[in-house]
């Protein structure tokens, strides 16, 4: 019983950790017919075509980078970052290479490379992973993302 209220504290500034994250994410999903004992990527139309009722979705979090500096910069990739939780992706970009020059520490990067990959431009955004993590080795979200961005391209290539 002693111990209660030590729990309590722990409990308490465990919950407020989690709350003050200020992490933006998004989920890619990764759909994958299987036919012929074989993984194929399919786009989200296929999945309509009563032939392809045999798909798994693969699906993982990418985490968006703020960075770490006050101003106009973080403004531009706050609106970056929204424009691609909306899907304008294309608006996300723009916003993001607007402020490339500025920031040096490898968020700009992360967010493109997320940007490529929905996109499906995968040597654009396998390209500026690494360059963002070559930027900011310390930092765990990228590590997050190329590692969660490399085990779905494992998967989506592999074959039974």
């Not at 709350?19 to 990764?30: F, G, K, L, V």
């Not at 909306?86 to 997320?114: M, Q």
């Amino acid at each position: 019983m002693r111990f209660l209220p030590l729990y309590k504290i722990v409990l308490v500034i465990i919950s407020l950790l989690v709350s003050c994250s200020s992490h933006s994410y998004i989920i890619i999903d990764n759909r994958i017919a299987l036919t012929d004992l074989k993984y194929r990527m399919i786009e989200p139309e296929y999945k309509k075509n009563q032939a392809a009722k045999n798909y798994i979705v693969v699906s993982s979090k990418r985490y968006f980078l703020h960075s770490k500096n006050s101003g106009p910069e973080e403004a531009i990739m706050s609106a970056g970052i929204k424009e691609a939780l909306k899907k304008n992706y294309l608006e996300a970009e723009t916003l993001f290479n607007e402020i490339k020059e500025n920031i040096n520490d490898g968020s700009i990067e992360n967010n493109l490379a997320i940007i490529f990959e929905l996109t499906k431009r995968e040597n654009e955004a396998l390209g500026m992973y690494i360059t963002a993590l070559m930027k900011s080795p310390e930092k765990a979200e990228i590590k997050n993302n190329l590692l969660s961005y490399i085990n779905d391209k494992k998967f989506i290539d592999k074959k039974i």
